[in-house]
């Protein structure tokens, strides 16, 4: 089960740092993660692809992008 502890705080630290990529900018994101020890490339791949990362996301209406 170690693993998925693991992958929870990924998880969770990814979805801050991209929330600190929309308020205080990408690099500064990038620098949270590198503190981490998580890899850039999930950040990366949410900030090029918004709508692959929404994919999974249920919600009633779609976002205003």
Known sequence: MP???RDDDTAVT??????LAET?????ALDY???CRIP?????RAV?????RRKG???RYPRND
Not at 14 to 19: I, L, N
Not at 40 to 44: E, N
Request: glycine share 4%; aromatic share 14%; hydrophobic share 35%.
């Open 14 to 19: 990814a979805e801050y740092a991209f929330f």
């Open 24 to 28: 205080r900018g990408l690099r500064f």
């Open 3 to 5: 693993q998925r502890r």
């Open 40 to 44: 850039r490339d999930v950040l990366l």
């Open 57 to 59: 996301e249920r919600r």
């Open 48 to 52: 090029d692809e918004p709508e692959r």
């Open 33 to 35: 993660l590198d503190n």
